[in-house]
């Protein structure tokens, strides 16, 4: 079965960017501008994998983690950050916070595909 992941960035390109990269390896992908958009989404889409940016409007990365960690629904789908930040204080906030993995921009697409498989197992 094909994995599901949604793709959370404020940035049209690095949406882009991101699901071609995604769904030339076979991953379904669905997009959400930002951590509100992302959560209206995951009402009615269930995903197994979200990758979402740090810095966003409205709900931010972490602020979406939070909200994923306590929901009863989604408190177990596993979340990468992706983004541009890369201080060892906010890596210790997105782990506090929930977050999965972390994986800095730019980056290269197998980097970000080896993250994926690791994530969410061998079969994916």
């Given at each position: 079965?094909?994995?599901?992941?949604?793709?959370?960035?404020?940035?049209?390109?690095?949406?882009?960017?991101?699901?071609?990269?995604?769904?030339?390896?076979?991953?379904?992908?669905?997009s959400a501008?930002?951590?509100?958009?992302?959560?209206?989404?995951?009402?009615?889409?269930a995903v197994?994998?979200?990758?979402?940016?740090?810095?966003?409007?409205?709900?931010?990365?972490?602020?979406?983690?939070?909200?994923?960690?306590?929901?009863?629904?989604?408190?177990?789908?596993?979340?990468?950050?992706?983004?541009?930040?890369?201080?060892?204080?906010?890596?210790?906030?997105?782990?506090?916070?929930?977050?999965?993995?972390?994986?800095?921009?730019?980056?290269?697409?197998?980097?970000?595909?080896?993250?994926?498989?690791?994530?969410?197992?061998?079969?994916?």
């Amino acid at each position: 079965m094909t994995k599901k992941i949604m793709n959370v960035d404020d940035s049209v390109s690095m949406r882009q960017i991101v699901s071609s990269t995604l769904q030339s390896a076979g991953y379904e992908t669905v997009s959400a501008v930002d951590g509100e958009d992302a959560l209206g989404k995951l009402a009615t889409t269930a995903v197994d994998l979200i990758i979402t940016d740090l810095n966003m409007p409205r709900l931010d990365g972490i602020g979406l983690i939070k909200r994923l960690r306590a929901s009863t629904t989604h408190k177990f789908v596993p979340v990468l950050i992706l983004t541009t930040v890369s201080e060892e204080k906010m890596k210790q906030e997105g782990r506090a916070a929930g977050a999965t993995g972390w994986v800095v921009k730019p980056f290269r697409p197998e980097q970000l595909l080896a993250t994926v498989r690791k994530v969410l197992g061998p079969d994916a």
